[in-house]
């Protein structure tokens, strides 16, 4: 368990609509990553932080903000949800102790009508 | 362009019956091969890190190994429980990017 909770778990908006996801670690790892899973796609990175205000993107960056203010929580926003942004959106640390294997949260399902 | 290709996209078994899932990759310097296990419903679950070559990593009735091209998990007299996603991803060198596959979808029958 790499102590990573995700809220909210579930999210159903409307197209426009802002939406912020958040992702929340306890064991103070520095990197922290947003990923989008889609049917017939795998898991794909939209944006990720290697420290407090210090974030970069993904392969699939377009539509989404992110931030990190604090070492314990890492915020995706989606300025104005479209029906494309409908997906499970899963975080993920790598751990201090193994730098090299990210750990994943169970992740936010969001549903743009 | 680094790609990952699992093969096959879904398998059946039935309980007891051994069989292997397949990760072939392209990319330019691998720094890591990684499996994952995902439940419906659920975040990936890791399961092992390969880093080069000849290498093995083997727990309970699963086995995975690494080729110059390829990774293979075996699984060796599956049970139900062992039904899930299987998902292999790859760590290239300078990036902190994981690009992943599609999955191969396990089921076994009891």
């Known amino acids: 368990d790499a102590g990573i909770t995700q809220s909210p778990r579930h999210k159903v908006t409307e197209t426009g609509t802002p939406v912020t996801l958040r992702c929340h670690q306890t064991?103070?790892?520095?990197?922290m990553y947003w990923y989008r899973q889609d049917p017939g796609h795998g898991l794909r990175l939209i944006h990720y932080?290697?420290?407090?205000?210090?974030?970069d993107k993904g392969e699939v960056s377009d539509g989404y903000s992110v931030s990190r203010s604090k070492t314990e929580d890492f915020l995706l926003t989606l300025e104005s949800a479209t029906s494309s942004q409908t997906s499970v959106y899963f975080c993920?640390?790598?751990?201090?102790?193994?730098?090299?294997?990210?750990?994943f949260g169970p992740g936010t399902r969001l549903l743009v009508l | 362009e680094d790609q990952v290709t699992q093969s096959p996209e879904a398998l059946r078994l039935q309980e007891g019956e051994s069989s292997s899932l397949n990760c072939s990759y392209t990319?330019?310097?691998?720094?890591?091969l990684f499996w994952y296990r995902q439940d419906p419903g659920k975040g990936p679950e890791f399961l092992f890190t390969l880093y080069s070559a000849g290498e093995e990593k083997e727990k309970e009735r699963l086995k995975a190994t690494l080729t110059k091209k390829e990774s293979f998990l075996h699984i060796t007299a599956p049970k139900p429980e062992d039904s899930a996603t299987y998902l292999c991803a790859v760590r290239v060198g300078g990036s902190e990017k994981l690009v992943f596959g599609k999955g191969t979808k396990l089921t076994v029958n009891p």
């Open positions: 993920a640390i790598t751990s201090s102790r193994n730098q090299e294997t990210q750990y």
């Open positions: 932080s290697y420290g407090v205000k210090d974030t």
């Open positions: 064991e103070n790892h520095r990197y």
């Open positions: 990319v330019s310097g691998l720094r890591g």
